[in-house]
């Protein structure tokens, strides 16, 4: 059954998502792992998304080798990932989307 959505993070809003950058980081303490551009892809459950992460550096190719530098964006694949509610923020600068209570108080 489809998750109907809590408005709280929206279907393709831009947010900042923590997310490992290297190997080692991900073996290390994930409440320090950066904050990193993505966008909201669905709600997934009462306080998990699916989100993007569109940092260029950690694309792949479809057969999942690292990019080279100048691949077209077209034929980039952008890691994905499941997080709950503390690890997503609205992206710094980025308004609100009307009618939600995304970034009330921050």
Known sequence: ???????????????????????QQEQGDRSAWPWL???ILSQCGPDEWYVCVEVRELAVLRDGRRAPRRT???NLYYPC???DSSE???????RPVPGTDG????
């Open 37 to 39: 551009p993505g966008s």
């Open 81 to 83: 990932c499941y997080r």
């Open 1 to 23: 059954m489809h998750q109907v959505s809590d408005g709280k993070f929206p279907d393709n809003s831009p947010v900042e998502v923590r997310f490992p950058r290297t190997e």
């Open 72 to 74: 077209a964006s077209r």
């Open 88 to 94: 997503i923020r609205p992206r710094a600068g980025d």
């Open 103 to 106: 970034g009330a108080g921050q």
